[in-house]
């Protein structure tokens, strides 16, 4: 016999929308086990792991049900469970834009468990996998930590990523040792082997940017219960979007709607469906095309920002007089350093490469705005440096050597 086994924890490193199908909090709630804890099934984990190999490994290695004939599983998953039962959930606001402007009825909220937590769960594997297709598993969780793959929803906008962790592998070769083996029992797992984990798969380009705010930031959130370091009485009536400990964040969805508009102003947006994916709801089908560039979620480096509450009314254009009724309070933030991370298929079209880092090169130079007012020089942003592939092209970006960025011909 030659049972293998792998002890894997998970640490969610970005905000998890897996959705339960019901909508008692929000529009979609997140998925919880019967203690109320969230945690990731293992069919997702099946999933996730399954979407880069091709049809034929797919039935071999996970099975396949054809003309009512079924072949069994040979990698057995297990659901992710919380480790620790501290967790945080909240809401998020989410709106379909077209040219900065809500589109009609597209208004909805979804809860996500926000990140920090760590998940733990198991692979096994049975006699008939070889040792080429477990490594071949273990190369999909290599892409699953190095963020090309992740859970739930719109995780090519920064939701689902996570970091693998504490690996272990254990095998078994006689019988009689395998059946005393509980894989709960952490004592079971004493002699086992430490694996680590690859940090870079080789079909796509990870694009990683140290950035400034340079202005002040306007991703609204309505949820507006003050920070404790707030000393005002009166909540706002809106305030900047954050995770539950009160650090500013910027999500993928925003970085992705600010890039896909400035992308498409350069290639047309034809080129923009191809690599930002679409949703066809006008056509009966409804065709879709799933993105092939992601965007991370950006969370602010803590005490690197400065908060502040401001007071507004609405003016008359034609007047200049005040509009009545349109007082109201915005706690919002100043400055401060973050970072995002863009990866898009290492294969794509130079042009479609070279667009991007233009897209990268308006945002450092001010011409692309992230969030709202941007008309009045709102989310402005500049980059201090740039990774690719975890080597510094800073110099070559702020240089405008797009040709020594993309490896093609500069156009």
Known sequence: MNRRYYSISLKLISSLSLSSGNNDNSDSDVLIDSRGNP??????????????????TKKRLYGSIDDGKSEKSHVIFYDAVLRDEAFVLSVRDSVALENKVSKESAKFDFEIVEPGVVFDTFIEFDDNVSEQDEQLVFEQLCALHSGVIRFGKKTTRGYGQVKVENIKRIAF?????????????????????????????????????????KSALSIRSYTTELPESTFEKTAPDYKFLSLRNGIPVIPGTSWAGAFRERFGSFTGKDAAKDLFG????????????????TFSESVFDKNSYTQKLITRNSIDRFSAATNDGALYTELTIYGGTTSLEITMPSDSPTQQKAAVYACISDLDNGFMAIGGLAAVGRGLFEVKKIEINGVDRTDDFKNYNYAALTGGEQG
């Open 39 to 56: 945690y990731i099934p293992a069919t997702s984990i099946a999933g996730v792991l399954a979407q880069r190999l091709d049809l034929v």
């Open 173 to 213: 070769s006689d019988v009689d040792k395998w059946l005393d083996f509980d894989m709960y029992d952490s004592k079971c797992w004493d002699d086992a082997q430490d694996v680590n984990i690859c940090e870079q798969t080789a079909d796509v380009d990870i694009i990683k940017l140290d950035l400034e705010l």
């Open 278 to 293: 679409y949703v066809d709801g006008m056509n009966a089908y409804k065709l879709s095309q799933k993105s092939k560039i």
